[in-house]
Protein backbone atom coordinates (compact mmCIF):
# COMPACT_ATOMS: atom_id res chain seq x y z
CA UNK A 1 0.00 0.00 0.00
CA UNK A 2 1.45 3.34 -1.18
CA UNK A 3 2.02 6.15 1.70
CA UNK A 4 0.69 9.61 1.83
CA UNK A 5 0.27 12.61 4.04
CA UNK A 6 -2.13 14.75 4.23
CA UNK A 7 -5.46 15.68 1.36
CA UNK A 8 -2.90 13.16 -0.57
CA UNK A 9 -3.20 9.37 0.76
CA UNK A 10 -5.22 6.36 -0.23
CA UNK A 11 -8.36 5.92 1.24
CA UNK A 12 -8.69 2.22 0.23
CA UNK A 13 -8.24 0.44 -3.49
CA UNK A 14 -11.90 1.70 -4.64
CA UNK A 15 -12.09 5.27 -3.16
CA UNK A 16 -8.99 7.94 -3.71
CA UNK A 17 -8.32 11.22 -3.08
CA UNK A 18 -7.08 12.84 -6.07
CA UNK A 19 -3.47 14.23 -5.56
CA UNK A 20 -3.55 17.82 -4.33
CA UNK A 21 -7.86 18.21 -5.05
CA UNK A 22 -9.78 18.98 -2.22
CA UNK A 23 -12.52 16.10 -2.72
CA UNK A 24 -14.95 14.62 -0.37
CA UNK A 25 -15.02 11.31 -0.67
CA UNK A 26 -19.07 10.48 -0.40
CA UNK A 27 -21.29 6.90 -0.80
CA UNK A 28 -20.87 5.86 -4.58
CA UNK A 29 -23.69 3.63 -4.07
CA UNK A 30 -27.15 5.48 -3.15
CA UNK A 31 -27.66 9.37 -3.73
CA UNK A 32 -30.78 10.11 -1.88
CA UNK A 33 -33.02 8.08 -3.13
CA UNK A 34 -31.38 7.35 -6.23
CA UNK A 35 -29.26 4.00 -7.25
CA UNK A 36 -27.07 4.98 -10.19
CA UNK A 37 -26.30 2.29 -13.01
CA UNK A 38 -22.64 3.76 -13.32
CA UNK A 39 -22.33 1.34 -9.90
CA UNK A 40 -21.52 -2.42 -10.30
CA UNK A 41 -25.52 -4.02 -10.36
CA UNK A 42 -24.07 -6.61 -8.20
CA UNK A 43 -23.50 -4.09 -5.49
CA UNK A 44 -27.39 -3.56 -5.93
CA UNK A 45 -27.76 -6.79 -4.34
CA UNK A 46 -27.23 -5.46 -1.03
CA UNK A 47 -30.53 -4.98 0.12
CA UNK A 48 -30.42 -2.25 2.50
CA UNK A 49 -34.22 -2.55 3.37
CA UNK A 50 -33.98 -6.17 4.53
CA UNK A 51 -34.64 -9.36 3.03
CA UNK A 52 -37.45 -8.71 0.66
CA UNK A 53 -37.36 -6.65 -2.95
CA UNK A 54 -40.57 -4.65 -3.88
CA UNK A 55 -40.74 -3.38 -7.07
CA UNK A 56 -43.20 -1.31 -8.68
CA UNK A 57 -43.57 -2.76 -12.68
CA UNK A 58 -45.37 -0.37 -14.97
CA UNK A 59 -44.00 -1.67 -18.46
CA UNK A 60 -43.45 -5.02 -20.07
CA UNK A 61 -42.89 -6.54 -16.49
CA UNK A 62 -46.95 -6.59 -15.83
CA UNK A 63 -49.26 -9.54 -16.10
CA UNK A 64 -49.88 -10.69 -19.65
CA UNK A 65 -47.03 -8.73 -20.91
CA UNK A 66 -43.78 -10.14 -23.05
CA UNK A 67 -41.09 -9.59 -19.48
CA UNK A 68 -43.64 -10.80 -17.35
CA UNK A 69 -43.83 -14.38 -19.45
CA UNK A 70 -39.73 -14.44 -19.62
CA UNK A 71 -39.23 -14.51 -16.23
CA UNK A 72 -41.98 -15.81 -14.73
CA UNK A 73 -43.35 -13.37 -12.74
CA UNK A 74 -46.76 -15.14 -12.39
CA UNK A 75 -44.72 -17.90 -10.41
CA UNK A 76 -41.80 -16.32 -9.20
CA UNK A 77 -42.73 -13.12 -7.05
CA UNK A 78 -45.99 -12.40 -5.20
CA UNK A 79 -48.23 -9.74 -6.49
CA UNK A 80 -49.68 -7.28 -3.86
CA UNK A 81 -51.62 -4.84 -6.09
CA UNK A 82 -52.12 -1.87 -8.54
CA UNK A 83 -51.18 1.60 -7.19
CA UNK A 84 -51.14 4.98 -8.92
CA UNK A 85 -46.61 6.41 -8.55
CA UNK A 86 -47.39 10.38 -8.47
CA UNK A 87 -44.21 12.30 -9.71
CA UNK A 88 -43.29 10.38 -12.70
CA UNK A 89 -44.73 10.87 -16.74
CA UNK A 90 -44.82 7.67 -18.67
CA UNK A 91 -43.44 7.72 -22.14
CA UNK A 92 -43.59 5.35 -25.16
CA UNK A 93 -39.69 4.36 -26.11
CA UNK A 94 -40.89 2.16 -28.61
CA UNK A 95 -41.88 -1.26 -28.01
CA UNK A 96 -41.38 -0.71 -24.20
CA UNK A 97 -42.07 2.47 -22.05
CA UNK A 98 -39.94 4.66 -19.95
CA UNK A 99 -41.09 6.95 -16.89
CA UNK A 100 -39.08 10.04 -15.64
CA UNK A 101 -40.05 12.78 -13.17
CA UNK A 102 -42.43 14.75 -13.43
CA UNK A 103 -44.59 16.12 -10.60
CA UNK A 104 -48.13 16.48 -12.45
CA UNK A 105 -48.02 12.93 -13.40
CA UNK A 106 -48.34 9.51 -12.27
CA UNK A 107 -47.77 5.89 -13.41
CA UNK A 108 -50.27 3.06 -12.93
CA UNK A 109 -47.89 0.16 -11.58
CA UNK A 110 -48.15 -3.34 -10.78
CA UNK A 111 -46.43 -4.18 -7.11
CA UNK A 112 -44.57 -7.32 -6.55
CA UNK A 113 -42.82 -8.89 -3.81
CA UNK A 114 -39.59 -10.76 -4.68
CA UNK A 115 -38.35 -13.00 -1.53
CA UNK A 116 -36.15 -16.09 -0.78
CA UNK A 117 -33.16 -17.27 -3.07
CA UNK A 118 -35.18 -17.98 -6.54
CA UNK A 119 -37.78 -14.95 -6.39
CA UNK A 120 -34.29 -12.77 -5.66
CA UNK A 121 -32.48 -14.52 -8.85
CA UNK A 122 -35.09 -13.44 -10.91
CA UNK A 123 -35.39 -10.07 -9.48
CA UNK A 124 -31.55 -10.00 -10.32
CA UNK A 125 -32.15 -10.50 -13.52
CA UNK A 126 -34.88 -8.20 -13.77
CA UNK A 127 -32.33 -5.56 -12.30
CA UNK A 128 -29.76 -6.14 -14.30
CA UNK A 129 -31.66 -5.60 -18.06
CA UNK A 130 -33.02 -2.26 -16.44
CA UNK A 131 -29.80 -0.92 -15.28
CA UNK A 132 -27.82 -1.75 -18.29
CA UNK A 133 -31.01 -0.55 -20.56
CA UNK A 134 -30.77 2.98 -19.52
CA UNK A 135 -32.52 2.64 -15.96
CA UNK A 136 -31.65 3.15 -12.59
CA UNK A 137 -33.76 2.82 -9.62
CA UNK A 138 -35.83 4.80 -7.41
CA UNK A 139 -37.18 4.20 -4.19
CA UNK A 140 -40.80 5.12 -3.57
CA UNK A 141 -43.59 5.41 -1.21
CA UNK A 142 -46.45 2.48 -2.23
CA UNK A 143 -49.56 2.70 -1.72
CA UNK A 144 -51.99 -0.12 -2.11
CA UNK A 145 -55.70 0.24 -0.58
CA UNK A 146 -54.85 1.47 2.64
CA UNK A 147 -51.15 -0.06 2.85
CA UNK A 148 -48.12 2.18 2.70
CA UNK A 149 -45.32 0.09 1.66
CA UNK A 150 -41.55 1.06 0.46
CA UNK A 151 -39.98 -0.52 -2.94
CA UNK A 152 -38.16 0.83 -6.20
CA UNK A 153 -39.49 1.69 -9.57
CA UNK A 154 -37.25 1.77 -12.11
CA UNK A 155 -36.56 5.77 -13.77
CA UNK A 156 -35.25 6.46 -17.69
CA UNK A 157 -31.64 8.10 -17.45
CA UNK A 158 -32.96 10.93 -19.57
CA UNK A 159 -36.04 12.86 -20.05
CA UNK A 160 -37.42 11.05 -23.05
CA UNK A 161 -38.18 13.37 -26.09
CA UNK A 162 -40.70 11.11 -27.13
CA UNK A 163 -44.73 10.89 -26.74
CA UNK A 164 -45.61 11.23 -23.16
CA UNK A 165 -48.81 9.24 -22.41
CA UNK A 166 -50.75 10.88 -20.01
CA UNK A 167 -53.03 8.78 -18.45
CA UNK A 168 -49.76 7.04 -17.25
CA UNK A 169 -51.08 3.31 -18.03
CA UNK A 170 -48.89 0.94 -20.41
CA UNK A 171 -51.28 -1.75 -20.93
CA UNK A 172 -54.19 0.95 -21.48
CA UNK A 173 -51.88 2.58 -23.99
CA UNK A 174 -51.10 -0.68 -25.95
CA UNK A 175 -54.85 -1.69 -26.27
CA UNK A 176 -55.36 2.14 -27.75
CA UNK A 177 -52.77 1.58 -30.45
CA UNK A 178 -53.88 -1.89 -31.06
CA UNK A 179 -57.83 -0.44 -31.74
CA UNK A 180 -56.21 2.47 -33.53
CA UNK A 181 -54.20 -0.47 -35.97
CA UNK A 182 -57.42 -2.31 -36.75
CA UNK A 183 -59.25 0.94 -37.66
CA UNK A 184 -56.51 2.11 -40.10
CA UNK A 185 -56.73 -1.56 -41.31
CA UNK A 186 -60.39 -1.87 -41.74
CA UNK A 187 -60.07 1.78 -43.64
Known sequence: ?????????????????????????????FYGNVFHRNICWQ?????PEGEDMIMALYGSLRNGLYNYRRFDLQNK?????????????????GPYPGIYPSEESFVIAEVRRFSGKEQLEVAKSIDYMELFGGYHREYV????????????????????????????????YLS?????????DEI
Not at 17 to 24: P, R, T, V
Not at 77 to 93: H, I, P, R, W
Open 176 to 184: EKEKNIKTV
Open 77 to 93: SEFLGMTKVKGYALYSL
Open 141 to 172: DIEIGNRKIRGFIYVYDEKPETEKIKHGDWIY
Open 43 to 47: RSYQR
Open 1 to 29: MEKRSGKNKRIDENKRISEGANCEVKDRT
